[in-house]
């Protein structure tokens, strides 16, 4: 595993996966920003680990609040805040489907996860790691021809955010399935996280910034479910490996269990 310096600041850390990230970074020797939008809960967590003899420290965040966002950023930006990596686990899979149930899954999913990773661009050191919790459920195999064209290659990032916002409203008016889209929100915003993916490492390429999703595979987690296969350990393991790679380390890629896999 890599030695890094500086911080690193993980959403979502208040419980399963990203809990567990926190932990194994903070195991490293690294300092962890253990960041949450519920408050108690980040909290609570954030003394679990204290109590581990980690360092850890607890920042609010609400990932669907350009708001939360700024006053993140500003407050690590006053305090003259590096960050080593950056993990975007914050994530939610709703039940039913339906035009409200997508908005608020590619809120927090692919437009949180973007507003985030924009907005603390400035803060990440070169070279730095960026990693996106993805899913399985992301891979373009057996999506319709229809949406795959416009998803492989990824189109520009302006094309990518109309054409998820399409998807809402394709929902809203009962024409999601003639138009190719999968009845589930919870893919679309995956699909459209790998492919940020793909653009972000390009983009970022240039400033040793290095950008990879990851499929933790199906553990058990309150998401997950008791029925999951894999421990949190393991489902965390790949999170912690793409956050920790060397500067040299791939960048673009998909990875379950360390290993690139095909989008």
């Not at 350009?66 to 006053?78: C, H, K, Q």
């Not at 998820?164 to 024409?175: A, I």
Request: aromatic share 4%.
């Amino acid at each position: 595993m890599a030695k890094l310096t500086g911080m690193v600041l993980v959403t979502g850390g208040n419980r399963g996966l990203g809990l567990e990230v926190c932990r194994q970074l903070g195991r490293l020797g690294l300092k962890v920003l253990l960041a949450a939008r519920d408050i108690a809960a980040g909290a609570e967590a954030t003394a679990v680990l204290h109590s581990e003899g980690l360092d850890v420290t607890f920042e609010p965040l609400d990932v669907t609040s350009l708001e939360s966002i700024d006053n993140l950023v500003d407050r690590l930006g006053r305090q003259g805040t590096r960050l080593a990596a950056l993990v975007n686990n914050a994530g939610i899979a709703l039940e039913g489907f339906d035009a409200t149930v997508a908005e608020r899954t590619l809120a927090v999913n692919f437009f949180g996860v973007m507003n985030v990773t924009e907005r603390l661009l400035p803060l990440l050191e070169r070279p730095g790691r960026i990693v996106m919790v993805s899913s399985g459920s992301g891979e373009l195999e057996g999506l319709s021809p229809a949406i795959r064209q416009r998803l492989d290659p990824p189109p520009p990032k302006e094309e990518l955010v109309a054409l998820l916002r399409s998807f809402v409203d394709d929902v809203r008016s009962g024409d999601y399935a003639r138009k190719g889209w999968p009845g589930s929100a919870y893919r679309v915003s995956k699909l459209g996280l790998n492919a940020l993916t793909r653009l972000l490492a390009e983009e970022l390429r240039e400033r040793h910034l290095l950008v990879n999703a990851v499929c933790p595979g199906w553990v058990r987690t309150r998401m997950g479910g008791s029925r999951a296969p894999r421990s949190i350990e393991e489902g965390a393991d790949t999170l912690v490996w793409a956050a920790t790679l060397p500067p040299e380390g791939p960048t673009g890629g998909f990875f379950r269990d360390r290993r690139a896999i095909p989008w």
